[in-house]
Structures are given as C-alpha cells and as structure tokens.
C-alpha cells in the first residue's frame, strides 16, 4: 500500500523568499535562557558583541553568538570603515588642493615672450618687443599678450581731446613738496609713480601721499625698489607689488609691509615698470590690475647729463594735446625750474592738465583708479622700511 503524501507546507514569504513560497530556512533552535539573554543584548546594547558581557556569565557562557550579533557589528565595522575613507579622501584632496594653490601663486613663473598687437588700428600684424622698448610713438591702448593669453593693456597716449598729462616717477622725494604746491597753485592734476624705498621710504611722506590722494591726485605703482622689472622672475616681481600695496593676503608672508594700504586704505589699479622694462605683466593680471600706464613723451630728465631747463621747456612748447609726458619729482631741474614754467605755457594753449587715467578715458573718479580695502591706518613701529629690498634689489 502506498505512502499517504506528505502535506506541502508553505512558509510566509519573508526576505529573501520568492513568489513561488520557498520556504525559509529553519532557525536555529536555542535554549530558552539564551534566548532570554539574546532579548537582554537587542534591548539594552542593541547586540553589539560587548553586549555578551552585559548578561549573566553563566547564563551566556554555554551559549551560541546569536547571528544578528555577527551581522550588526559587520554592518557598523563596515559604516565605520567608509566613513574612515572618506575622511582619508578629504584630507587627501585638500592637501592636493593647497600644494597645487602654493605651486601656481608662489613658485616662479617662467617669462614668456609678449606681443603687442594693435588693437584701435586693427593691424593683424604683431610687433614682438624685447625689455627695452621706445615708448616716444604713438602705441594708445595696444594689449600686451603673454603666449598663455593672460593680459593688462598698455597705455600711452591720451585720448581725451584737449587733455595733457604730466606724470611722476619714483618719489615721494625732497623736492615734493615744492611739486605739490605749484601744482595746488595752478589748480592743475597729476599722476605719481611712487616707489616704497628708493630715494627715500614711503612712510617719511605719509602725510604727503594722502594729501595727494585728497586733492584727486593719482597715486600709482611703480614698484617697491625700482628694479628692473625684466630681471625678476614672478615671485620676486609679485613681492615688489605686494609690498607696495599688500593686495594680496594669501600672499602676504610679511604682512605688516602693505604701505599704500596702510597710509590710505587703498590698493591701486595702475602701474608704470621703472625704465619702461617688463616681461612677466601676468603679475599685474593676477594681482587684478586693471592695465599698465607707460607715456608718450620723455622729458629725459632722469638722465646723468639731462638737458638744460630752457631745452626741456622747449621741448615742453612742442607737444601737441592728448600728450603724456613723463618727469621725475626726484629731481630738482624738474620741480623747481621746469614745472612752474610749462604749467602757465599748457594752460594757455587751453590744455586740460588732467590725470592719466583721465586723459586716458578710464574714468575722473577715484573709484576707478583704486580698490577700497580699508580705513586709513594709524602710524605705528611697522610703518618702516627696514628688512625690505633696498633700491634696485630684490632681496
């Protein structure tokens, strides 16, 4: 006689089951006491393997380690471990990040070679220049490319009709004073290339800068020791500038040198090279300058046997309107025989003596020259020259 059929038993379709009702494998039977002990650990230590200590040693002690156990702390030794990675990630990245930071803006740059391209005349024709370029010609607003396409753009001649410009080079000095107040007498603007330790230091003519500064006068860049601008490599031409204006803090190594800064709560937008020699001007585009002012006339007054005064005003008699014209106010010629004389001879051609960027057509207000960082500092034993390059060194 044949077997009776066994019956089907079909178990709840739980994780891990399918739609076709297999059946869950069979749990493990444990003893009613470690069963107990099992439900102490979920509901105290949420069975985390130390919790086998939380229950009766001898109640446990022949006990088998509950699965869930296992499993739980798998999972959390797992969550533990990814979280351990991403932190390991973070910190990697931001280490890469800083090195690639400090490499681009600290490490020297090379110096690659420029092209002036005549944009108002739209020449395709490039004129590659070296360090010493001639900037007696008409060169008005021509863009000085580097070959990486980073660029400020150069300006030389006026373009503002009836304007004349007279510019300064490498004060505060001696002789600015007796500068100012004959420009003050005639009502006349100009521009001054300052340098920070050259003739003199910068912080002896505090009062004069801001003086200056207030009677709309431009204050601009002429770097902090009057190096030649082609011999230094981006570091070194980066620091010239940084201790002239302290623009930039991540740079800022020895931030209590930020002279402008410091003496007028200002950082300034322009920058004339001394000797009229550059290279690396990505410096000037990284640093957020907004172009390079050169001239369109040279009195050649900084000259070992400069002309006589009578020459240089007769020189002065011949430039037409819209001219920039470049002088020094570290030189008595210029200030006390020169100035007073041509200043009269200007006006009464009916030229407007106006400020470079002015003349230039980048803007009359002072918010387009400079860049507002703070309020005017209070001298202090920082306000010093001592450590920094002397005249015609980097270092």
Known sequence: MAEPLAPIRFAII????????????????????????YRHQRRDTRDTPSAMQGFSDLQMSNCPVHPNVYRRSRRMSLSCEIRLSQWA????????????????????????????SNTDEGSNNDQVIGANVNFNQS????????????????????????????????????FSANLDATLDASNAKASFFINGNNIGCIYDYAGLLVDRFNKGHLIASHTWSHVHCNQGNYQQLSYQLELIENASFLLSRRSFFFAMIKILGVKPLYFRPPYGEYNDLVV??????????????????????????????????????????????????????????IIPILQGKGFSLQTSPSCLNLGTNPSDWYVSVQQPGTRDDSWTCNGTPGPESFT
Not at 21 to 35: F, K, L, M, S, T
Not at 144 to 172: E, H, I, K, M, Q
Not at 306 to 316: F, H, L, M, V
């Open 284 to 341: 000037l585009h990284d640093r957020g300058y907004k172009g390079l002012i050169m001239w369109s006339q040279d009195t050649a007054d900084s000259l070992d046997a400069p002309a006589s005064s009578s020459g240089i005003i007769e020189s002065y008699r011949s430039y037409p309107e819209q001219t920039n014209v470049l002088n020094h106010e570290t030189k008595s010629l210029t200030v006390n025989e020169v100035i007073p004389s």
């Open 14 to 37: 739980g994780r891990g089951d399918t739609a076709w009702g297999r059946r869950r494998r069979p749990r493990r039977r444990v003893d009613a006491g470690c069963e107990g002990g």
């Open 139 to 174: 060169l008005h607003k021509r863009n000085l490319t580097a070959r990486d396409g980073s660029a400020v753009p150069v300006y030389t001649t006026c373009s503002t009709p009836g304007s004349f410009s007279l510019t300064f080079d490498d004060g505060p000095s001696e």
């Open 89 to 116: 990630t973070t910190v990697f990245t931001l280490a890469l990040l800083a090195v690639l930071i400090d490499s681009t803006l600290i490490q020297p740059r090379r110096s690659p070679a420029f092209v002036l």
